[in-house]
């Protein structure tokens, strides 16, 4: 069974703190994706990577950033974090293996409170 | 400009009956489409998936049926059991991209409540 954790599944933190959301995956898995799911918006792509060291911009990438040192690790990084960044923020991996490329697994998520 | 889209914010059904929940799409380019479904305070999971060279797949309970020239694709759940309630995402790809891995376009989720 495929396998994504995420470190905290509940953070609160203050306008202007520096947030680290880590997501690990146990399945060898080239591609990482970092998502944030609002009410009525589903889920909104901020940044993905295929490979270690390698990131690319999703969706709505303002005022995020991400790193991977390591293919299992993932880690999603709010600058300073801000009110509008409250959110729930989902991992997930897949791989690039034809013909699962297209299916995502998804870590239990992390409800972000900024106040 | 939402591409994949579900208008239907939330559908209850009675237990036993089927469930049919619909997503459209605006991007010709997506030639793979998946079903998600996600319980509170937990991640989605995949339900099931159809490639653009079919119009039907079946699995179990759940079938998604894909109508190319409309532009449309629905999920069928049948019969339905008060387990299923849950948010289901519909979800396109456009094919194969950078390093073969494929970004998701996701819809904005449909709440299925299945009552007994």
């Known amino acids: 069974d495929v396998k994504v954790t995420q470190s905290s599944r509940y953070l609160v933190k203050r306008t202007g703190e520096k947030v680290f959301l880590e997501c690990v995956q146990d399945?060898?898995?080239?591609?990482m994706f970092w998502y944030r799911q609002d009410p009525g918006l589903g889920l909104r792509l901020i940044y993905f990577?295929?490979?270690?060291?390698?990131?690319e911009k999703g969706d709505i990438p303002e005022g995020y950033s991400v790193s991977r040192e390591k293919k299992e690790r993932f880690s999603l990084i709010l600058e300073s974090a801000s009110t509008n960044q409250t959110s729930m923020y989902l991992c997930?991996?897949?791989?690039?293996?034809?013909?699962?490329?297209?299916?995502?697994?998804f870590g239990p998520g992390t409800r972000l409170l900024v106040l | 400009d939402q591409q994949v889209k579900q208008n239907s914010p939330s559908l209850s059904v009675q237990e036993g009956r089927i469930s049919i929940l619909n997503c459209d799409y605006t991007?010709?380019?997506?030639?793979?489409f998946l079903w998600y479904k996600k319980y509170p305070a937990e991640g989605p999971t995949f339900l099931i998936s159809?490639?653009?060279?079919?119009d039907k797949n079946e699995d179990g309970r759940f079938t998604v049926f894909l109508n190319k020239s409309a532009k449309h694709l629905s999920l069928h759940i049948v019969p339905s059991q008060p387990g299923d309630s849950a948010v289901y995402f519909c979800?396109?790809?456009?094919?194969?991209?950078?390093?073969?891995?494929?970004?998701?376009?996701f819809g904005t989720g449909t709440q299925l409540k299945v009552e007994l």
């Open positions: 979800a396109a790809s456009a094919g194969g991209i950078t390093g073969g891995g494929n970004k998701l376009t």
């Open positions: 991007n010709s380019m997506f030639d793979y």
């Open positions: 399945m060898d898995h080239e591609n």
């Open positions: 990577s295929y490979d270690v060291k390698m990131k």
């Open positions: 159809i490639s653009s060279i079919k």
């Open positions: 997930a991996s897949s791989s690039q293996v034809s013909p699962y490329q297209e299916t995502q697994y």
